[in-house]
Every structure is written in structure tokens, then in C-alpha cells.
T-cell receptor, first 113, second 111 residues
Framework: GAVVSQHPSWVICKSGTSVKIECRSLDFQATTMFWYRQFPKQSLMLMATSNEGSKATYEQGVEKDKFLINHASLTLSTLTVTSAHPEDSSFYIC?????????FGPGTRLTVT | SQKIEQNSEALNIQEGKTATLTCNYTNYSPAYLQWYRQDPGRGPVFLLLIRENEKEKRKERLKVTFDTTLKQSLFHITASQPADSATYLCALEDQGGKLIFGQGTELSVKP
């Protein structure tokens, strides 16, 4: 149990376009999901906490208008990177909490050209 | 400020030996601590959670200790195998319920 999926696993987009990443909890319901970003050889940095039915809570320094988060159901959260730029290229990972444990998706590699 | 620190240098060991990874934290009083494994290009995979009232926890070849006085957790892999090669992350949940990660230690097990 406790499987989290992400889609797509990788995406290449042109500068100025928007990209949507989906995060799903497959066998449990998650009222709270989290979005992280990870640069090469660095640890995961929390971007925002996604709450089902309410607005996301963003970490300091993360632009809420650029990284749109929607948690429309108990099993789905989406992250949309709007007007993407090359510096947004990174590995984006979501997680969902089940009890005290957090389970992570496989990640989405975003490359902005 | 709150900090979680892991050995930043890669750990190289011979197959069959015990790997020991360290996680130190400051300015936290966590109720529990978690360890994850991350392979390149993949999301972290949950391994073990140890609570503040637990000194030690085991799962197959894995053992975690938690010393709240020293503010330290040790993660051991016994009888290590090349397939254990990965980056291992420790994480604490802060008071806001957010998981904060250490920078990870890369383990390489040579045959």
C-alpha cells in the first residue's frame, strides 16, 4: 500500500510555456500533499503544502503565481509551472502523508529549453 | 536555526560489511525521525520511522538508533550488498508538520 504516482515522469518544454504535473495517491486518500524541488546533488527543498479543498501554503521564496497548485480531490494534486524559464529546470517530487509517514512519487524531470 | 546534518562525503564500503550513516540535528525536538533511500532520478523511498521513545528499530538488515540527548540518529545496513548503493536521507517533521531533509549521504558498496 501507500503508492504515489506522478505524471509525466519527464517533460521538455519551451521557455514561456506552462507545464502541469500530476500527483496521485493510488491506494489511500491524502488530505495533504507536498511538492518538493531537487537540484542535482542537493537535498529536497519543500516548495508548498497542498491541502485538499483549500489554498496551498507556499514556502518562503516560492512564487505562488508561478507555481500553481490545485488539490481538487483526496487523491490528486497538480502543480503547474507557468511561463517556465530555463532556471525552472529541476526534478519535481510530490509526496502524500499516510499516518506519520510520507510516501513520495517517482518524480518529474522538467527541462525548459 | 534548525539544522539537520548528514555526512556529506560519500561512504564507500566493501560488500558484506556494515554501513553506518549519521544524522545530527540541532534546535529540534522531534517526536520521530525518518530514513529514506533515494536512487538517482527517483523519488525517495520510505525505509524506517523511529519515535523519540524508541532507542532502536530494526527492519531486516536495517537498524536505526535515536538518541534524543545527543540529538543524533544512526542508520546501519548489515551484510551490505551492491544493491544497497544509493543516497540515504534522514528527515524530521517540524512543528508545522513539514518534513525537513538532511542533505543525504551517498553510499557505495563495492563487490
Amino acid at each position: 500500500g501507500a503508492v504515489v504516482s506522478q505524471h509525466p515522469s519527464w517533460v521538455i518544454c519551451k521557455s514561456g510555456t506552462s507545464v502541469k504535473i500530476e500527483c496521485r495517491s493510488l491506494d489511500f486518500q491524502a488530505t495533504t500533499m507536498f511538492w518538493y524541488r531537487q537540484f542535482p546533488k542537493q537535498s529536497l527543498m519543500l516548495m508548498a503544502t497542498s491541502n485538499e479543498g483549500s489554498k496551498a501554503t507556499y514556502e518562503q521564496g516560492v512564487e505562488k503565481d508561478k507555481f500553481l497548485i490545485n488539490h481538487a480531490s483526496l487523491t490528486l494534486s497538480t502543480l503547474t509551472v507557468t511561463s517556465a524559464h530555463p532556471e525552472d529546470s529541476s526534478f519535481y517530487i510530490c509526496s502524500a502523508k499516510w499516518g506519520n509517514e510520507q510516501y513520495f512519487g517517482p518524480g518529474t524531470r522538467l527541462t525548459v529549453t | 536555526s534548525q539544522k539537520i546534518e548528514q555526512n556529506s562525503e560519500a561512504l564507500n564500503i566493501q560488500e558484506g560489511k556494515t554501513a553506518t550513516l549519521t544524522c545530527n540535528y540541532t534546535n529540534y525536538s522531534p517526536a520521530y525521525l525518518q530514513w529514506y533511500r533515494q536512487d538517482p532520478g527517483r523519488g525517495p523511498v520510505f525505509l524506517l520511522l523511529i519515535r523519540e521513545n524508541e532507542k532502536e528499530k530494526r527492519k531486516e538488515r536495517l537498524k536505526v538508533t535515536f538518541d534524543t540527548t545527543l540529538k543524533q540518529s544512526l542508520f546501519h545496513i548489515t551484510a551490505s550488498q551492491p544493491a544497497d548503493s544509493a543516497t540515504y536521507l534522514c528527515a524530521l517533521e517540524d512543528q508545522g508538520g513539514k518534513l525537513i531533509f538532511g542533505q543525504g549521504t551517498e553510499l557505495s558498496v563495492k563487490p
